[in-house]
Structures are given as structure tokens and as C-alpha cells.
């Protein structure tokens, strides 16, 4: 089960559109190990598996226990939030790892990823490797990389009292932490500080992904988002 498998998109509404076009902005490949099975030397596999994703530009990069390349800092203040740096630091991630976690890189085409995966697959590291992504482009990957899928899981979608739920945009910017840290409110308010040009898409987008303590939130995504928002409402 990953975090990532319920990440809403408005082309997979709540009602199916006859023709949905399919995600083409959003493709997580993790890598993990089992506790006593395969995990001798992980944190230098870990390194080197973020290091082979930067060579081919990924929107954001991710340790499970500590974040992504933006993420909170202990030495500013609330007053601090809104003007501090904002810049990525993927150094940070490879750097922090210290031992048993998930790290994963996300990409905004499906060409980046599969050169990092054909990359992953070479370097044999001996750790397990998942695609988060529409099923037809992880199994394409999979066979354009030489490799076999060893499984898939699907999510069914969202079920239940759907009325209750957040609008659509909102849904597509939060369900991105798939932890739940980028609360719904969090999320209206960004779509509408960009919509009242008090911050750009790049700015909010950035503010929402220090907050996903995994690191796969994708910042690229959610600026394609918060403009598409603000283009429908003018």
C-alpha cells in the first residue's frame, strides 16, 4: 500500500467522463528494503538511488521520516513563514538519511522517469522499487526498461458520501500528501491568495509542499493547478 494511490484528478471525477484524459504530470518511483533481508548498507543505496534521480530533474525528492528538498525548519519563527527561502534542497534529503526509510523522486514526464528507472535498474541495488503512476504508463515503463512488474495495486476511488467532500481542485491540491498534512482548508486558501495575486502559484505551491513530511507532493503539479483555478474564475 502506498501513500500515493488515492491522488484525485479531476479527469477521474467522482462521475467518470466518457473520454477522461489521462495524468500526464505526476509519475513517484520509491525505493524501500525489508528490515534483516535486504538492508545491509541501505543508506548508501538510498544516496545513490536520490543521486541518479537528480540527473534526470525531479520536482521534488523525499525521506518518509524527514521530508522532501522544501521542509519545516526548528530555528524560525511563525513570523519568519511567509518570507524565508523557498528554494529546493535536495542535498539536504541525501544528506539526512540516516537508515530504515522510504525515499522516492517525483517527475512532471513520463520521459524523465523512465530514464531514472532504466538508471535504477542498472545500478542493481537490491532494493524494492515502486512505480506510483496511471497503470498503463507504469507498466509501459516497465517494459521499455527491461525489467517485469512483480505486482500492481489499484485504488478504487472514492466512495460514500462524496457530496461531503471538498471541490475538485481543492481535492487534487491536498490528496498530494497522501499522509494527510496538506489539510483541505490549507489548500482554499492558496487557490485563493493566488486568485487575489497575493502570492504566484509558484510561491503557494511551495508553501503546501513543506508541509508534506514524505516528500512526494508534486510542486510542479500543484502550479499547473492553482493557475488552471485561477483561469476559470476570470
Same mark, same amino acid.
Given at each position: 500500500?502506498?501513500?500515493?494511490?488515492?491522488?484525485?484528478?479531476?479527469?477521474?471525477?467522482?462521475?467518470?467522463?466518457?473520454?477522461?484524459?489521462?495524468?500526464?504530470?505526476?509519475?513517484?518511483?520509491?525505493?524501500?528494503?525489508?528490515?534483516?533481508?535486504?538492508?545491509?548498507?541501505?543508506?548508501?543505496?538510498?544516496?545513490?538511488?536520490?543521486?541518479?534521480?537528480?540527473?534526470?530533474?525531479?520536482?521534488?525528492?523525499?525521506?518518509?521520516?524527514?521530508?522532501?528538498?522544501?521542509?519545516?525548519?526548528?530555528?524560525?519563527?511563525?513570523?519568519?513563514?511567509?518570507?524565508?527561502?523557498?528554494?529546493?534542497?535536495?542535498?539536504?534529503?541525501?544528506?539526512?538519511?540516516? +537508515? =530504515?526509510?522510504? $525515499?522516492? *523522486?517525483? &517527475?512532471?514526464?513520463?520521459?524523465?522517469?523512465?530514464?531514472?528507472?532504466?538508471?535504477?535498474?542498472?545500478?542493481?541495488?537490491?532494493?524494492?522499487?515502486?512505480?506510483?503512476?496511471?497503470?498503463?504508463?507504469?507498466?509501459?515503463?516497465?517494459?521499455?526498461?527491461?525489467?517485469?512488474?512483480?505486482?500492481?495495486?489499484?485504488?478504487?476511488?472514492?466512495?460514500?458520501?462524496?457530496?461531503?467532500?471538498?471541490?475538485?481542485?481543492?481535492?487534487?491540491?491536498?490528496?498530494?500528501? +497522501? =499522509?494527510?498534512? $496538506?489539510? *483541505?482548508? &490549507?489548500?482554499?486558501?492558496?487557490?485563493?491568495?493566488?486568485?487575489?495575486?497575493?502570492?504566484?502559484?509558484?510561491?503557494?505551491a511551495r508553501y503546501m509542499a513543506r508541509f508534506c513530511i514524505c516528500g512526494v507532493f508534486?510542486?510542479?503539479?500543484?502550479?499547473?493547478?492553482?493557475?488552471?483555478?485561477?483561469?476559470?474564475?476570470?
Amino acid at each position: 500500500m502506498t501513500n500515493t494511490l488515492h491522488r484525485y484528478s479531476e479527469h477521474y471525477a467522482f462521475e467518470p467522463l466518457p473520454n477522461p484524459k489521462p495524468v500526464q504530470d505526476d509519475y513517484i518511483v520509491f525505493a524501500m528494503s525489508s528490515r534483516g533481508i535486504n538492508d545491509d548498507n541501505l543508506v548508501e543505496k538510498y544516496r545513490i538511488f536520490l543521486r541518479l534521480a537528480l540527473k534526470h530533474k525531479p520536482v521534488n525528492l523525499g525521506d518518509a521520516t524527514k521530508g522532501g528538498t522544501i521542509r519545516p525548519r526548528q530555528d524560525l519563527n511563525p513570523t519568519a513563514h511567509w518570507r524565508r527561502d523557498h528554494q529546493p534542497d535536495p542535498e539536504q534529503v541525501i544528506a539526512g538519511i540516516e +537508515g =530504515h526509510t522510504t $525515499v522516492a *523522486a517525483v &517527475f512532471d514526464n513520463y520521459e524523465s522517469m523512465k530514464s531514472f528507472v532504466e538508471e535504477v535498474k542498472a545500478a542493481e541495488l537490491g532494493i524494492s522499487i515502486n512505480i506510483s503512476a496511471p497503470i498503463d504508463e507504469a507498466q509501459r515503463c516497465c517494459e521499455e526498461a527491461g525489467t517485469i512488474r512483480h505486482s500492481v495495486e489499484y485504488s478504487l476511488g472514492f466512495r460514500g458520501r462524496v457530496d461531503k467532500l471538498p471541490d475538485g481542485t481543492t481535492l487534487e491540491l491536498s490528496t498530494m500528501c +497522501g =499522509h494527510g498534512m $496538506v489539510s *483541505a482548508n &490549507f489548500a482554499k486558501k492558496m487557490v485563493e491568495w493566488v486568485k487575489e495575486n497575493r502570492r504566484t502559484s509558484e510561491e503557494a505551491a511551495r508553501y503546501m509542499a513543506r508541509f508534506c513530511i514524505c516528500g512526494v507532493f508534486n510542486i510542479h503539479r500543484a502550479e499547473r493547478i492553482l493557475q488552471q483555478a485561477c483561469t476559470l474564475t476570470r
